[in-house]
């Protein structure tokens, strides 16, 4: 039966973007959703897990029609071997792209202690020397640079293969690790959990399922306490420990008289320098030689929350977001590093004046402008790059701007040490809330966008019936942007939540739900829970905690919800990742993982239920923990 297509009110909540869904239609511009609908029905068997490419004899698909034909591919893999198979790679990509960016942050730490960047510098010395402090650097009497220079070695250490472990696990509870040790699920380092991961699903390797699901998590593990935590934290020390401050969001943060850029991807590094050559007065005079009033940097995706967290910057939105702001017709050049750029943009930013600059050898774009950016070269590069915006001013076509909506205002900047100052330097305040169950228990809800969903109506719906029930909502990743549309960024916003958040929220002056960073900064909220768990003696997967990732779509999300999940963290999706070929696997991650590490997964595509399974699992661990339910 042929499917119906669907209406623009049913793609996205958004006005701004059923705005420019609606113009892109008329322009005859081409969008995710039009090649989602192209695309519909996928591959049953790719959406279930059981197709192999990984040697010659096959490709192979493997039946799900028990006692058929084609129950095993041509080596005599089954459907659970190749379904945790597929698993396994899916989530080493998804290590593999955040603790890339995370080694590039070290790479630009080892440039700035080496003398070889004058672009980049530490901006939170003290941060600094906490963090090697804490890694076991000899800090006393030591010049920031020696300290730098011993922290890089450190770093580059969690990497390799020559240690039992990696350095951040110290911030683990002591239950935990020995629950990864007994599993053999201790992460000892980044490129050895990837590497191993891609060796055991070669053919002819690993061919038990749950021996395979168990170093997926492993891999995951490497992810969120090393390659992200790295991120988080070198970003932190090299660009300044965010703090609460205000900004915008929506596609109305882009302005009709200047000249609009857009940073997107996932690093800072090439976009804290197109700010800075942005603020140059050479080339704010420049801009207005050609009429425009000044120079307007705004965000997507995940570097998008990395300059507002630290910067203040406007986000001028999430995934679904990055084609439909090009067809407002008013960007003068969108500026990429890697991660969650489609495609596609490099067409659409063909249809208008619009520069697509590449500035990642990791990820270069055919037919995109590539600027090489390196930290010896980054700001000048910066400088030449904000000028051909700035001379793309003129080719704009005044006919063809349309800029949707105004903007709304955010409050941003919650690191954990903002939070932690915010409640005096310890987390006994937010404990004694919880205790008392004004805040009754505490849902990081991050990810994406995904076409399959109407855009955001899981990560709003899911966020504000959890704030009804008293539940205080973090938010990373792409769920930023949704939840500073639907004015749950701002200390107003607890007019949405139930009595309890509303008192706490209110008595400190900020919103309901917390903005945490991007993706990598996912491991912020699993330092918060070690710090919590810590606090309460026990494990995290005591706490009355959960996550959520409701629109995801990328292999880094599922990384994350594996690593929250091995954390002790139970974590909801909105759909499945590719896994139900397999009821072995299938099971292992939504019932049989509470037994091995005390989370699961669950599915649920109602935001409503989705909110009811996690108050269960929070009344529970409330339960468990002595506190009024
Ligand atoms: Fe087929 Fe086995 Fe080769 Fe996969 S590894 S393609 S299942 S023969
Ligand atoms: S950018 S991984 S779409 S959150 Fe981090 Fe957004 Fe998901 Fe990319």
């Not at 955040?98 to 003398?115: K, T």
């Not at 910067?311 to 960007?331: C, D, F, K, R, Y």
Request: net charge negative.
């Amino acid at each position: 039966m042929a499917r119906e297509k669907r209406t623009v009110e049913e793609l996205s909540i958004w006005e701004d973007a059923r705005a420019m869904i609606r113009k892109a239609q008329a322009e005859g511009i081409e969008t995710v959703w039009d090649r989602l609908e192209q695309q519909t029905p996928h591959c049953r068997f790719c959406e279930l897990g059981t197709t192999c490419s990984n040697c010659t004899m096959g490709p192979c698909r493997i039946s799900s029609k028990k006692g058929g034909k084609m129950q095993r591919g041509v080596c005599g893999a089954d459907a659970d071997v190749v379904v945790a198979r597929n698993f396994g790679r899916f989530i080493a990509g998804g290590a593999a792209g955040h603790s890339d960016h995370g080694r590039d942050l070290i790479e630009v730490l080892e440039c700035v202690v080496e003398g070889d960047s004058s672009d980049y510098g530490i901006r939170d010395e003290a941060k600094l020397v906490r963090i090697a402090g804490e890694l076991g650097v000899d800090t006393d009497d030591r010049s920031v640079r020696e300290i730098a220079g011993d922290l890089v070695e450190v770093l580059y250490g969690d990497f390799g293969s020559r240690r039992r472990e990696v350095a951040f696990l110290s911030r683990v509870p002591e239950k935990r690790r020995e629950i990864w040790q007994a599993l053999g699920m201790t992460p000892r380092g980044v490129d050895r959990e990837i590497a191993e991961m891609m060796h055991r699903t070669h053919i002819g390797c690993d061919n038990d399922a749950p021996n395979t699901l168990i170093h997926a998590a492993r891999t995951a593990l490497a992810d969120g306490w090393a390659g992200s935590m790295i991120g988080t934290e070198l970003s932190d020390i090299i660009f300044g420990t965010p703090s609460p401050s205000y900004s915008t969001a929506n596609l109305g943060v882009l302005k009709k008289d200047q000249v609009n850029i857009l940073v997107h991807g996932h690093n800072p590094v090439v976009s804290e320098m197109i700010l800075a050559a942005a603020r140059m007065p050479e080339l704010l005079d420049r801009a207005r030689e050609r009429g425009a009033s000044g120079i307007n940097i705004g965000g997507l995706c995940c570097t998008s929350n990395e300059l507002l967290m630290r910067q203040g910057i406007p986000m001028a939105g999430n995934h679904l977001m990055t084609e439909l702001s090009i067809v407002t017709g008013a960007v003068e050049a969108v500026v990429v590093d890697y991660q969650c750029i489609m495609p596609s943009m490099v067409q659409i930013s063909g249809c208008y004046h619009t520069r697509f600059i590449t500035t990642s050898g990791k990820a270069r774009f055919t037919g995109a402008t590539h600027f090489d950016i390196h930290p010896e070269n980054a700001f000048e590069k910066a400088r030449e790059i904000v000028t051909l915006a700035v001379d793309a001013f003129a080719e704009r076509d005044a006919s063809r701007v349309e800029i949707p909506d105004t903007p709304v205002p955010i409050m941003t900047g919650f690191s954990n040490e903002a939070i932690l100052e915010a409640l005096g330097g310890t987390p006994e305040p937010l404990i004694e809330a919880m205790r008392q169950g004004k805040i009754r228990g505490v849902v990081g809800i991050v990810g994406c966008n995904n076409p399959k969903f109407k855009q955001d109506s899981m990560n709003v719906g899911l966020a504000k019936a959890l704030l009804k029930k008293d539940i205080l909502v973090l938010v990373t990743g792409c769920v930023t942007t949704a939840a500073g549309k639907a004015g749950l960024l701002v200390p107003e916003g607890i007019e949405m939540a139930g009595p309890g958040v509303r008192e706490v929220c209110g008595a400190l002056g900020i919103p309901p739900v917390l903005h945490m960073g991007s993706c990598v900064d996912n491991s912020r909220i699993l330092q918060l829970c070690g710090l919590l768990a810590d606090a309460l003696d026990v494990d995290i997967s005591d706490l009355p905690v959960a996550a959520s990732a409701p629109e995801w779509y990328s292999e880094k999300a599922a990384a994350i919800g594996l690593y929250a999940v091995a954390s002790g963290i139970e974590t909801h999706l909105g759909h499945p990742p590719n896994i139900l070929g397999s009821e072995t696997v299938t099971h292992l991650a939504t019932e049989g993982l509470e037994d091995l590490v005390g989370a699961r997964f669950v599915i649920e595509k109602n935001p409503e239920e989705a909110a009811e399974l996690l108050d269960k699992r929070i009344t529970a661990k409330r339960t468990g923990l002595g506190w009024k339910p």
